[in-house]
């Protein structure tokens, strides 16, 4: 079945470690997406990617890094420069381009930190 | 004005009832708007797109009201699988991704 797997679902991590969430999709989409939530809020936009080796910054990238080697795959990594990382992390794909049309979820990570 | 705005609700209706959300967002030269739907701890999903003046799909409807920047959704004889957080989308300026709304919460009851 085609779709996006995110892992691990929960996650727990002390204060000053770095962690990596995992993306991948086999929906053959150009386009993937990291956003976040906090409860009671709306998605936040960390980074996004377009393409394979290309990424930008969204709203609020401070403390976040990704990479895009594959088309497949976009992980997220938390450094401990995230003062606040406790969060809901979702990952997305799409097709890419202007007006970007429907995205696809995975499931999301819950990070806590201890 | 910020992106896009929600009313954030909640909004409580009893079964059957017709409510109505609205969305206003800022860029004025967005050309596709969406509803997705979140449930309590999920991921989002998509609802309803919207291209053009509006769209219907069932129960629910979508407008668009360009010269006031706001587009609604129409939610008409409610079920308790309704109750949900609904939350508008608009493209970034840049219109490669999309911006959420900090979404509207319904609760149907019996």
């Known amino acids: 079945d085609g779709g996006i797997t995110q892992s691990p679902k929960y996650l727990f991590r002390k204060e000053g470690q770095n962690v990596t969430l995992s993306c991948e999709q086999n929906?053959?989409?150009?386009?993937m997406y990291w956003y976040r939530q906090d409860p009671g809020q709306g998605l936040r936009l960390i980074y996004y990617?377009?393409?394979?080796?290309?990424?930008q910054k969204g709203d609020i990238a401070e403390g976040y890094s990704v990479s895009r080697e594959k088309k497949e795959s976009f992980p997220l990594t938390v450094t401990s420069a995230q003062k606040n990382p406790t969060a809901f992390y979702l990952c997305?794909?799409?097709?890419?381009?202007?007006?970007?049309?429907?995205?696809?979820f995975g499931e999301g990570s819950r990070l806590t930190v201890l | 004005r910020k992106e896009v705005e929600q009313d954030p609700g909640p909004f409580n209706v009893p079964e059957g009832a017709t409510v109505a959300f609205n969305c206003t967002y800022s860029?004025?030269?967005?050309?596709?708007f969406f509803w997705y739907r979140q449930d309590c701890r999920k991921e989002p999903k998509l609802l309803m797109s919207?291209?053009?003046s509006g769209n219907e799909d069932g129960r629910f409807t979508a407008q668009l009201n360009r010269a006031s920047q706001y587009i609604s959704l129409l939610i008409r004889d409610s079920k308790l699988s309704d109750s949900a957080t609904y939350l508008c989308?608009?493209?970034?300026?840049?219109?490669?991704?999309?911006?959420f709304g900090k979404g509207t919460s319904l609760l149907v009851t019996p």
């Open positions: 997305a794909s799409g097709l890419r381009g202007p007006n970007t049309g429907e995205l696809f």
């Open positions: 929906l053959n989409h150009d386009a």
């Open positions: 990617s377009q393409i394979v080796n290309d990424f």
């Open positions: 860029n004025s030269a967005s050309q596709s």
């Open positions: 919207v291209y053009s």
């Open positions: 989308v608009v493209p970034l300026n840049s219109g490669y991704a999309l911006n």
